[in-house]
């Protein structure tokens, strides 16, 4: 089984800063990697997702992700951050034989400014 | 395009009775997906439906059902309510459910259990 471990519950942050926020996963088969984003009262939105290929990937409103085989990390990025990047962010993993996705419990971003 | 709606919104009920959630997916999506979202055990996969079967399942007892319609509508039913079943479900829906396409999804309806 799957398991996702995001390594901080909450991130505060100042306005125009960079961010990262962590998360690590184990998995005993390939899984494919994705970040949500969840605005307050809200579905989730899908950030970005890793499939194959190149390691580095790019999703909306800025963010990026680097998919870390060796250390099993997924790390989100984003360079300057805005007051709207508010949110409750997920890290999720999915097995490739089926579609049993795995949340992490979520880190809460807070922007202030 | 409309997104995924989600009927009701919000929802009070007792220990004891039963509920049925409905799921809108987008328009020519034919997965649909049921989440359960709470403080406690965060995002948790219910089941996935892709006309009108069930495809897969996740790890909740049996008082969790669901089914699809022709119209890749979709309900999720939980009988015998129960306080913890107090949470924030949550439907997605992609084109034919594979993990690498994208999950779309609802706002949700929160359920309380009295």
């Known amino acids: 089984a799957q398991s996702v471990t995001q390594l901080d519950s909450q991130v505060p942050v100042f306005e125009e800063a960079p961010v990262e926020l962590r998360c690590n996963y184990s998995s005993s088969v390939s899984v494919y990697l994705f970040w949500y984003v969840q605005y307050p009262n809200q579905g989730l939105q899908l950030l970005l997702k890793y499939l194959s290929g190149s390691t580095l990937v790019k999703g909306i409103n800025g963010f990026e992700a680097e998919f870390n085989k060796s250390q099993t990390s997924f790390h989100l990025r984003k360079p300057s951050v805005h007051i709207s990047d508010t949110a409750e962010y997920f890290c999720a993993v999915s097995p490739y034989n089926n579609n049993d996705m795995r949340f992490g419990a979520g880190t809460r971003l807070t922007v202030k400014p | 395009k409309a997104g995924v709606t989600q009927t009701p919104r919000y929802l009070i009920k007792t220990r004891g009775q039963q509920v049925t959630l409905s799921c809108s997916p987008i328009s020519g999506h034919r997965s649909v997906s049921w989440y359960q979202q709470t403080p406690g055990q965060g995002l948790q996969f219910l089941f996935e439906?892709?006309?009108?079967?069930?495809?897969n399942k996740g790890n909740f007892p049996g008082r969790f059902s669901g089914r699809q319609f022709s119209n890749s509508r979709s309900e999720m039913n939980v009988s015998t309510l129960e306080l913890g079943d107090s949470a924030l479900y949550l439907c997605?829906?992609?084109?034919?459910?594979?993990?690498?396409?994208?999950?779309?999804f609802g706002p949700g309806t929160r359920l309380l259990v009295l």
């Open positions: 439906y892709f006309s009108e079967t069930q495809r």
């Open positions: 997605a829906s992609s084109l034919a459910g594979g993990q690498r396409e994208t999950q779309y």
